[in-house]
């Protein structure tokens, strides 16, 4: 089974800092990832997407992706208290239509003023 | 403008009954899901209708039945409802080739 990991957390940092949010994937052949924010009763939305071995900045965020290690993970310099929120990886499995994602369980994020 | 919207937002029901979630995008997008979350906040993706083609169903009860009239509108049935069925249930909707899902609001099913 396609599995997707994350440290469910909670994960605290102080208003400044950087956060760091990891997940692994199994399936080697995966395409694509993706991180969401969620906040508490809301609906998910996306934040980053990234394809290449690498780096991927945008604005205070960056995804980082290391194939090689199936392992992903986000960044956020200067962290703000509306950053707190569950931050969840999704996958897209070798094989499946572009459209198919796997998510892990998240990670809960509180940033401390 | 709302892009995906789902009705009821709420929905509180006694185990046993037979209910529908209704979702709507007006996006243009040619795919849309049903995804369940659970109350460890698990996101698992139920079913995804591709032009009114059912492409992915995973391991869910035949309980559970979508209905999509047409690629704006992706309907989700359930009979006989469980306790383990309580959950929020997200519709999403996307491009087949596009790298972002847009999810509506989520409706809290409570079966009681």
């Known amino acids: 089974q396609k599995e997707v990991e994350q440290n469910s957390g909670p994960l605290s940092v102080p208003e400044g800092a950087i956060a760091s949010l990891n997940c692994t994937y199994s399936d080697r052949g995966s395409q694509s990832f993706f991180w969401y924010r969620q906040y508490s009763g809301k609906s998910p939305e996306l934040i980053m997407f990234?394809?290449?071995?690498g780096d991927k900045e945008d604005g205070r965020f960056t995804a980082q992706l290391n194939k090689a290690s199936q392992y992903v993970s986000l960044l956020i310099r200067d962290s703000q208290p509306s950053d707190s929120a569950t931050y969840l990886c999704?996958?897209?499995?070798?094989?499946?239509?572009?459209?198919?994602?796997?998510f892990g369980k998240g990670t809960k994020l509180s940033v401390i003023p | 403008d709302t892009a995906v919207s789902q009705t009821p937002k709420y929905l509180v029901t006694q185990m046993g009954n037979d209910k529908s979630i209704k979702c709507e995008q007006n996006?243009?997008?040619?795919?849309m899901y049903w995804y369940k979350q659970d109350s460890k906040k698990f996101l698992k993706i139920m079913f995804s209708?591709?032009?009114?083609?059912?492409?992915i169903n995973e391991t869910v009860p035949n309980r559970f039945s979508p209905k999509s009239p047409d690629k704006a509108h992706l309907n989700l049935h359930i009979n006989s409802l469980e306790l383990g069925d309580s959950a929020v249930y997200f519709c999403?909707?996307?491009?087949?080739?596009?790298?972002?899902?847009?999810f509506g609001p989520g409706t809290r099913l409570t079966v009681l």
């Open positions: 990234i394809y290449s071995n």
């Open positions: 209708y591709n032009n009114k083609e059912l492409i």
């Open positions: 996006l243009g997008h040619d795919t």
């Open positions: 999403a909707s996307s491009w087949t080739s596009g790298n972002e899902q847009f």
């Open positions: 999704a996958v897209n499995p070798q094989g499946a239509g572009s459209y198919q994602l796997t």
